[in-house]
């Protein structure tokens, strides 16, 4: 158990839609950062936060948006969901900006 | 961006000790060496990572070429449940942009009986 949680475990939607990932950092860890891993694209980097700051934005949409709170829980909105949004999204976070990531066991999104 | 280039997959015999190599030619002077892996139906773990000297921590080893354009990771005793993806990556931290962790297709190491 890496101490990061994230919800829901598996989500099932309709093209179009819209749906929010949760991530709870490790107690103490500043840094959120969020990745999409599909079976074509591999793991990839799309966005990085730190203390309630975006840091670093990598390969993401437009359509997707993300925020971390005061309380260091984050978020990615993803909307208009697309068939090719389907994939595994994991959130890992880090006591700073270059210590050693911690990943949560990710969330499975299906876009029908 | 410096690139790691890492054979596709690699097997081993559980007991014996696996090194799984890594090319980084282009590694600049402020990239570390990190090792991640990931095992099936998880989420990637950090492993070990080095600058220059060679690094051992209770997981594996990490053995750096002089030159830094290469290094290998060593699992001593490679065991069932080392099976898994491990990734090589090159993290520039003195960049905000070398913060994030950018994974490559890594090498699937297969441990058998």
């Known amino acids: 158990d890496s101490g990061v949680t994230q919800t829901p475990k598996h989500l099932i939607t309709a093209t179009g839609q819209r749906v929010t990932l949760r991530c709870s950092p490790r107690?103490?860890?500043?840094?959120v950062y969020w990745y999409q891993q599909s079976l074509d694209q591999g793991l990839q980097f799309l966005i990085h936060y730190y203390n309630g700051e975006e840091r670093a934005k990598g390969n993401i949409l437009e359509r997707f948006s993300a925020q971390q709170f005061p309380d260091l829980h984050s978020e990615l909105n993803l909307s208009s969901l697309e068939l090719g949004d389907s994939a595994l999204y994991f959130c890992?976070?880090?006591?700073?900006?270059?210590?050693?990531?911690?990943f949560g066991p990710g969330t499975r999104l299906t876009v029908l | 961006d410096a690139k790691t280039t890492q054979p596709n997959s690699m097997e081993s015999n559980e007991e014996e000790p696996v090194h799984l190599p890594c090319n980084h030619s282009t590694i600049s002077g402020t990239d570390y060496i990190h090792w991640y892996r990931q095992l099936p139906s998880q989420g990637p773990e950090y492993v070990i990572h080095g600058l220059t000297s060679n690094v051992n921590n209770r997981m594996a080893s990490l053995a750096i070429a002089e030159d830094r354009k290469s290094s290998t990771l060593i699992l001593h005793r490679a065991t069932l449940r080392d099976a898994a993806v491990y990734y090589c990556i090159l993290r520039d931290i003195v960049r905000s942009s070398g913060y994030a962790l950018n994974f490559g297709k890594g090498t699937s190491l297969l441990v058998t009986p």
């Open positions: 890992a976070s880090s006591l700073g900006t270059n210590n050693e990531q911690f």
């Open positions: 107690s103490g860890d500043l840094s």
